[in-house]
């Protein structure tokens, strides 16, 4: 079984065939994990033999987040986001979700949040049997010209 680790975002390697999905569903995805890196953002991962298995990465936002892109934008709170969630060996989740309500009650958020594509049902079942619910849809560009829609799943802290 792996050890759930805590580590810069700077010591994991964009090229590991790992992220290979991630960068064929987000326009730019090699951009935003640079700027990441760059700036220091920690994760939580999961190694087998020198390869990832699993990554969290977290964000807290605040009253000032940009909406915009969301057909319903939120009204104004802080909260956590689940900005990367994805495992390649599956087991109950335990971990994961008490890294995420550890944090959201650790940072005194109002609600958690992710976005997900509709592709990803058994992933948004996960989340639906956690107690998320969907709010809206995201815009997110799938490439330089057109996006696609991502549903987004909210669960209440508070």
């Not at 090699?30 to 760059?38: E, G, I, S, T, Y």
């Not at 990367?84 to 959201?104: H, L």
């Amino acid at each position: 079984m792996s050890n759930i680790e805590c580590r810069y975002l700077s010591e994991l390697n964009v090229n590991d065939k790992y992220f290979d999905s991630l960068k064929e569903d987000y326009y730019n995805f090699n951009d935003w994990f640079k700027k990441k890196q760059d700036n220091n953002t920690m994760c939580y991962v999961t190694m087998n033999n020198g390869n990832i298995t699993s990554l969290l990465i977290l964000k807290i936002e605040y009253e000032d987040e940009d909406y915009s892109n969301f057909t319903i934008p939120f009204n104004k709170s802080k909260r956590l986001k689940i900005c990367t969630f994805k495992v390649i060996n599956k087991g109950k989740g335990i971990g994961e979700e008490f890294i995420i309500n550890r944090e959201a009650i650790i940072n005194n958020v109002n609600e958690i949040y992710v976005t997900i594509f509709d592709k990803y049902q058994s992933l948004i079942k996960l989340f639906n049997n956690n107690g998320y619910y969907e709010y809206t849809k995201k815009k997110t560009w799938s490439d330089s010209d057109s996006f696609d829609f991502e549903s987004m799943l909210v669960k209440k802290v508070r």
